[in-house]
């Protein structure tokens, strides 16, 4: 049986050209956004499709999600996310389960423009609202 290509129909993919003059891949222009803002504020950065975190889907299936940014000076993952979908708050509910204190959620473009030099951590209860 052949795997369904899944669509996304709210982002933009772009590319960032980073300091050192690699590019690299994002999946929407906030998430350039947020790149820019690190390098602003000179916070060390990892993007990679092979940094992936464990979760449970709400009917029990075992998946990988991909994180947008992993901080590794201060161990701490990123998530900018301007739409939700119900899929979406659950596989996050349980991502903030699974790795309590490691998850900061920016929720808009306000939040990635004006990013702390310590980001805040996200919360279940910041989801449920």
Request: proline content about 5%.
């Amino acid at each position: 049986m052949a795997r369904r290509k899944k669509r996304k129909l709210w982002s933009k993919r772009s590319d960032y050209t980073r300091l050192d003059g690699t590019t690299i891949s994002m999946d929407s222009t906030w998430e350039v956004a947020m790149a820019e803002r690190l390098d602003m504020l000179e916070i060390k950065w990892v993007r990679s499709p092979d940094m992936r975190l464990r979760y449970m889907t709400n009917s029990g299936r075992k998946r990988n999600y991909i994180p947008d940014f992993y901080l590794p000076d201060i161990d701490l993952y990123i998530e900018v996310k301007g739409y939700w979908t119900d899929v979406a708050k659950y596989k996050m509910k349980d991502i903030c389960n699974r790795y309590p204190g490691k998850i900061c959620i920016l929720e808009s473009l306000d939040e990635v423009i004006n990013l702390p030099i310590e980001p805040r951590l996200g919360t279940l209860e910041d989801l449920e609202s």
